[in-house]
């Protein structure tokens, strides 16, 4: 089933950590944003594969907007 | 006492009006960003103004209630939830033994306040419970929260109960908004802009830049220009025209680091050597605390006895009146 990672805050999209394809447990690392000078990651809620990315490094993004699907 | 489930992603104990007197030690205010939340929700549980609450930042805290008592939430929409019902803001709530209280990512605005009847129980550091991070000092272990810290509570006043409400003409106007007015004040050395420089910056919309915290909000937007005396200066006040010998920065300066605006917000630090043409009134500080990187700032200028004021404005509504 496809599940949408959504941003939890407003910010600036600083690392995307995976790629469309890859495998990733539940607990990695997606992507983290910038806020307040702070990095704020946001993790795979399960294992899975990403299907889709749907922010880019260094653009802002609002509180919930979809980043990533995964399946 | 209330235990931290999960910290929230800046979650710090602060007071009001913070730490005052101490700038020449390099210790800012700090104190909580939107004091006008922060003191509605002391008032509904029956504190005074100054007792010590929670900061929450964009994404709030899960906390847990050790012990029964009163708790109010102000500011920002965090999706407030006791035991996973929606608990509403600018009230005073009954929480019991055990209950939990759980605060979401800021769907308007930027930062919340949580008070509990009592207010919370740190250690004075130079006068003040505020946390300054910065220096690891005051609040709770002079840092942000995190999972397993356990706050204590000083004994609740008497009149200290559920079911206050603030009223509505009492309440700081958050409404989503992306666009914001933001007062300033000349000085202290708007003579160190050109002329023009200072049309430019009252005429443009300046953008909230994410490399924003406590210490700083960077602003984004044209370039200035300067004055003579930016460039005629002694060596001694350094190579930039926005340089200058290193002197005491105002809170709420917006101080200019090269060509970029930052205002010194309630951590910011206290010298430097760097012009602040501007400052922003502590009457506006409430607008900044709740907006957003990408929120766009146009500032208005006022004269000093406009600007404070704002504040006697702000402060009258922060009373005991405005609760029923």
Request: charged share 20%; proline share 15%.
């Given at each position: 089933m496809a599940e949408t990672i959504e941003t939890i805050a407003p910010g600036n999209v600083w690392k995307i950590m995976v790629s469309v394809g890859d495998e990733v447990a539940e607990g990695d690392v997606l992507f983290i944003l910038e806020l307040m000078k702070t990095e704020v990651p946001h993790l795979a809620p399960r294992a899975g594969k990403i299907a889709a990315i749907l922010i880019a490094e260094g653009h802002a993004v609002e509180a919930g907007d979809t980043a990533i699907s995964m399946i | 006492m209330i235990s931290v489930v999960k910290p929230g992603l800046q979650t710090s104990v602060q007071d009001f009006p913070g730490r005052i007197g101490h700038m020449s030690l390099g210790f800012p205010p700090s104190g909580p960003f939107d004091s006008w939340s922060f003191r509605l929700a002391n008032l509904l549980v029956g504190n005074p103004v100054t007792a010590a609450g929670l900061e929450c930042q964009f994404l709030g805290p899960t906390l847990r209630f050790e012990t029964a008592t009163i708790f109010s939430i102000c500011g920002a929409d965090m999706t407030a939830k006791l035991d996973g019902e929606p608990v509403p803001r600018w009230r005073s709530l009954d929480a019991k033994a055990g209950q939990i209280l759980e605060l979401g990512a800021a769907r308007t605005g930027a930062r919340t306040y949580v008070a509990v009847a009592g207010g919370l129980d740190v250690p004075v550091f130079l006068g003040a419970r505020a946390t300054f991070q910065k220096a690891g000092a005051g609040g709770f272990a002079g840092r942000a929260l995190h999972a397993g810290d356990q706050l204590s509570c000083l004994p609740a006043l008497p009149d200290a109960r559920a079911g206050r409400q603030v009223r509505d003409e009492a309440?700081?106007?958050?409404?989503?908004?992306?666009q914001w007015k933001i007062d300033v004040v000349a000085g202290p050395h708007d003579d160190w802009l050109a002329p023009e420089a200072i049309e430019m910056f009252l005429a443009s919309p300046w953008k909230l830049s994410g490399k924003s915290d406590r210490t700083g909000f960077r602003l984004e937007g044209p370039a200035f220009t300067f004055a003579s005396q930016a460039y005629d200066?002694?060596?001694?006040?350094?190579?930039?025209?926005?340089?200058?010998?290193d002197f005491g920065y105002p809170i709420g300066g917006i101080n200019l680091a090269g060509q970029t605006p930052i205002i010194l917000v309630?951590?910011?630090?206290?010298?430097?050597?760097?012009?602040?043409?501007f400052t922003v009134p502590s009457a506006s500080f409430w607008r900044l605390a709740q907006s957003r990187p990408g929120d766009t700032y146009e500032f208005n200028l006022l004269g000093v006895g406009e600007a404070q004021a704002a504040r006697r404005l702000i402060d009258s509504v922060c009373t005991a009146e405005s609760i029923v």
């Open positions: - | 309440l700081p106007p958050l409404d989503g908004r992306h200066k002694p060596i001694e006040n350094g190579a930039e025209p926005s340089n200058i010998i309630s951590d910011a630090l206290t010298m430097g050597g760097f012009i602040c043409p």
